[in-house]
C-alpha cells in the first residue's frame, strides 16, 4: 500500500524556518517526480515545488522562489521541502504528492492532476 507521510509543520513566527519531511513507503521514490502544494480553507490547491526525477531539477511557485528548498533523499526514500523567511502568507496545510508512473510529469509540473498520491498534510501557521 502507497503512503507519504508529511511531517514538520507547526507554528513559526514571520521570518523563522521550518523543514517538511515526506515519507514514503510501500513506493520508491528515486525514479518519480516529486512536489509540494498548498492549501488553505476556501482556497484552491497551489503548486508550491517541484523536483524532477531525472536530474533533480527543481521549479519554484514565484510566491516562494528564493525561500523554498525542495530537495530528495532517495536512500531514505524521503523529500523535503526547507522553508526559510516565512510569512503569515504562507501559512496553509502542505502536502507533498507524486506520480504513479516513473519519470519526469510534462509541463506544467506543479498542476495537481499530474500526480496521484498524496499524503494527509501537514499544517504550517506563520503567525507573531
Known amino acids: 500500500q502507497v503512503q507519504l507521510v508529511e511531517s514538520g509543520g507547526g507554528l513559526v513566527q514571520p521570518g523563522g524556518s521550518l523543514r517538511l519531511s515526506c515519507a514514503a513507503s510501500?513506493?520508491?521514490?528515486?525514479?518519480?517526480?516529486i512536489a509540494w502544494f498548498r492549501q488553505v480553507p476556501g482556497k484552491e490547491r497551489e503548486g508550491v515545488s517541484y523536483i524532477s526525477s531525472s536530474d533533480g531539477s527543481t521549479y519554484y511557485a514565484d510566491s516562494v522562489k528564493g525561500r523554498f528548498t525542495i530537495s530528495r533523499d532517495n536512500a531514505k526514500n524521503t523529500a523535503y521541502l526547507q522553508m526559510n523567511s516565512l510569512k503569515p502568507e504562507d501559512t496553509a496545510v502542505y502536502y507533498c504528492?507524486?506520480?504513479?508512473?516513473?519519470?519526469?510529469?510534462?509541463?506544467?509540473?506543479?498542476?495537481?492532476?499530474?500526480?496521484?498520491?498524496w499524503g494527509q498534510g501537514t499544517q504550517v501557521t506563520v503567525s507573531s
Open positions: 504528492a507524486t506520480p504513479r508512473r516513473t519519470g519526469d510529469v510534462l509541463t506544467p509540473p506543479l498542476a495537481s492532476y499530474w500526480y496521484d498520491y
Open positions: 510501500g513506493y520508491t521514490l528515486e525514479y518519480r517526480s
